[in-house]
C-alpha cells in the first residue's frame, strides 16, 4: 500500500474523494458559522459524516487498488 497512489488526477475517484473532503468542511463550516435548529444540525451533521466515510473509502480504494498503467503486486 503507497500512499502516493493517492494523487491521481486522471482518475475519477480521486475527484470524487476531494469533493467529498470539500463537502464535509463546507457543512462542518455551515454547523458552526449558522445557527441552526437541532434537526438541522443533526442532518447536516449526518451529510458531513457521510461524506467523510464516503471520502475514505474513496482513498482507501484509490491505494489499494494500482494505478492505471502500473503492474499489480505479485503474491
Known amino acids: 500500500m503507497k500512499l502516493r497512489r493517492l494523487w ?25 458559522a449558522f445557527p441552526l435548529n437541532m434537526p438541522a444540525l443533526l442532518l447536516i451533521g449526518g451529510v458531513a459524516l457521510m461524506n467523510v466515510v464516503f471520502g475514505l473509502l474513496a482513498a482507501w480504494k484509490l491505494v489499494t487498488e494500482p494505478a492505471p498503467g502500473e503492474n499489480p503486486p505479485t503474491v
Open 8 to 32: 491521481q488526477p486522471r482518475n475519477p475517484l480521486f475527484w470524487m474523494m476531494v469533493m467529498f473532503n470539500v463537502l464535509s468542511s463546507v457543512c462542518s463550516w455551515a454547523m458552526r
